[in-house]
């Protein structure tokens, strides 16, 4: 079946720093792929949803200049978490749509990276 | 808006016993529905799928889950309950935008 990956799998960094999280298709070309953040034991959250060449579209109360998009590439999708600050710790999922001609339009999520700020 | 509700954040059964975990949908056109597990540290690992075809779905490991339009309801249920699925459960609708919306989740313990 299609894999999405996701790097880091954790990553440790200072309060003010930026961290970028790549979210990759690995046997499909997926033009849009989501974010989603889940804070410990709640549930998944939808930040925004990136689509390949143009500009991502963000979820009500998502900060867009603090979470930057980027979908250059059919297969390729980063986050990068601007100035973070130990509230942005958190675990992040990426999910890629498959909707090539031979699939049935299905979501794949990546294993997640887990973000700490200190 | 499309939404889903979980009942019970959290399910204990023993092993061997039936595991009934609850979702209940809201939707204003014919729903996608799906159900996810998730083990700890881990991303999403899709159980089934409910895409207007049978009212029953068959998933993997044993779990199915059944597409009930007057109950507005798709509960996941497995007749035997393993160790091993000890886990996390979301139970999710997707939009008309493609969109996943996730419901909060259900923690499933299952007691040797």
């Known amino acids: 079946g299609a894999v999405v990956s996701q790097h880091p799998s954790r990553v440790i960094c200072k309060s003010g720093t930026s961290v970028k999280i790549e979210c990759r298709s690995l046997d499909f070309q997926a033009t849009t792929m989501f974010w989603y953040r889940q804070f410990p034991k709640q549930s998944l959250m939808l930040m925004a949803t990136s689509n390949e060449g143009s500009k991502a579209t963000y979820e009500q109360g998502v900060e867009k200049d603090k979470f930057l998009i980027n979908h250059a590439s059919l297969t390729l999708s980063t986050l990068t978490v601007t100035s973070a600050h130990p509230e942005d710790s958190s675990f992040y999922i990426c999910s890629a749509r498959d909707f090539g001609v031979s699939s049935t339009d299905t979501q794949y999520f990546g294993p997640g990276t887990r973000l700490t700020v200190l | 808006a499309q939404s889903v509700t979980q009942l019970g954040s959290h399910v204990s059964v023993s092993e061997g016993a039936l595991v009934l975990l609850r979702c209940n949908y809201s939707s204003s056109v014919p729903p996608y529905l799906f159900w996810y597990v998730q083990y700890p540290n881990q991303g999403l690992q899709l159980l089934l799928k409910y895409t207007s075809a049978a009212t029953l779905v068959k998933g993997i490991n044993g779990f199915e889950a059944e597409f009930k339009k007057s109950e507005t309801s798709f509960h996941l249920t497995k007749p035997s309950a393993h160790m091993s699925d000890a886990a996390e459960y979301f139970c999710?609708?997707?939009?008309?935008?493609?969109?996943?919306?996730f419901g909060a989740g259900t923690r499933l313990f299952v007691k040797a």
């Open positions: 999710a609708v997707r939009t008309g935008g493609f969109k996943t919306i």
